[in-house]
């Protein structure tokens, strides 16, 4: 598997966990609706007052898991709210993904959120005799 595979894959992904960082340091997890950008990046809307967005907000670091059948990825990166030109660049991606997120342009309080991964692992387990496993380290360039 290459990046650029892995990309793809991530593509074809339309939801995921992401988790972030809580204010008293723990865990918090939730189901996003996802797009992924041709150079990797993952976008997700949520309300701004969600505990995601809090979290995010005061820590960016950042990870997401999706999933296909036997096949997963698992991303560690960070998060920002992207604003002007970027903000629009991005929110075409993710209304390709999601037309109806125009829509939720008018919900009070709407945001969107990029993650930047900086490392990823990609699995199969339907491969025998064993597992494909390969990571990535997006701090790379390729």
Known sequence: MSRAEL???LGRQRLGVVSSISADGGPQSAVVGIATSQ?????FDTLGGSCKA??????????LVVWQDERTAQ???TADEPI???????LEIYFAAYPDGRERLAWPDITHFRITPTWARYSDFATAPQPTIVTFDFRQAY
């Open 7 to 9: 990309i793809a894959f």
């Open 75 to 77: 991303l560690q990166g």
């Open 54 to 63: 809090t979290n995010l907000r005061r820590d960016p670091r950042v990870s």
């Open 84 to 90: 002007g030109r970027e903000r629009a660049r991005l």
């Open 39 to 43: 150079t990797g990046e993952i976008l």
